[in-house]
């Protein structure tokens, strides 16, 4: 079955950097577009950016171009996101997401559990 | 960018059918998803595209849209339905935006 594992969250003091994985295991990784999307504590949900199959079209919200990278290894089955200059209001769970079908129609039909990024002095 | 509307909270009296609705103009030319959250928990897909459900969804849950408002609804809500629910469509820029969330309380 579909498993989806982030890992790299945790404390971190404002203005650092953090790079947060995801693992991924039971689908053809490199088939299919893939997403971070971010809720912070009792809040709603954040789409933060996508990276197609092949890693070749990469798109922001807004609001997370510039200090947002993401990145894929499709040799390791594995998904990442660069957060720079890290903000307070970064503080948030990030989900690994995969698309329901291989084109990137936006439907987020597999979630990880998500991982807690905590942006505090 | 654009942004999609959804009310806050809603109620339905178990048995009974309930609509939540997303207002945005980007739903004139997209259609919208929809997902369910439980406390604790990551959100669930419950609709996507025009209507279509994953499978181990009740079919219960339907989707429609008019104009610039999509609906989800739940005919005979459960009480295991309760929960907050989003909506998401693409948006112009290439990317996809959210709805707010509503949270439904089963009474």
């Known amino acids: 079955q579909v498993k989806l594992e982030e890992s790299g969250g945790g404390v971190v003091q404002p203005g650092t950097s953090l790079r947060l994985s995801c693992a991924t295991s039971g689908f053809t990784f490199s088939s299919f577009a893939m997403h971070w999307v971010r809720q912070a504590p009792g809040k709603g949900l954040e789409w933060v950016a996508v990276v197609w199959y092949d890693g070749g079209n990469k798109y922001y919200a ?3 171009k510039g200090r947002f990278t993401i990145s894929r290894d499709n040799s390791k089955n594995t998904l990442y996101l ?10 948030a769970f990030y989900y690994c997401v995969r698309d329901w079908e291989a084109a990137p129609r936006y439907y987020f039909g597999y979630w990880g559990q998500g991982t807690l990024v905590t942006v505090s002095s | 960018s ?13 048995g009974q059918t309930v609509t939540i609705t997303c207002q945005g103009d980007n739903l004139r030319s997209y259609f919208a998803n929809w997902y369910q959250q439980k406390p604790g928990q990551a959100p669930v897909l419950v609709i996507y595209g025009k209507h279509d459900r994953p499978s ?4 219960r849950f339907s989707a429609s849209r008019a104009a610039n408002t999509a609906s989800l609804t739940i005919a005979g809500a459960q009480a295991e339905d309760e929960a907050d629910y989003y909506c998401n469509s693409r948006d112009t820029s290439g990317g996809t935006v959210f709805g707010g969330g509503t949270k439904l309380t089963v009474l």
């Not at chain 1, 957060?83 to 970064?90: A, K």
């Not at chain 2, 654009?2 to 178990?14: F, N």
């Open chain 1, 62 to 64: 807004d609001s997370m």
């Open chain 2, 56 to 59: 181990e969804i009740p079919d």
């Open chain 2, 2 to 14: 654009s942004e999609l509307t959804q009310d806050p909270a809603v109620s339905v009296a178990l």
């Open chain 1, 82 to 91: 660069q957060i720079t200059s890290l903000r307070v209001e970064d503080t």
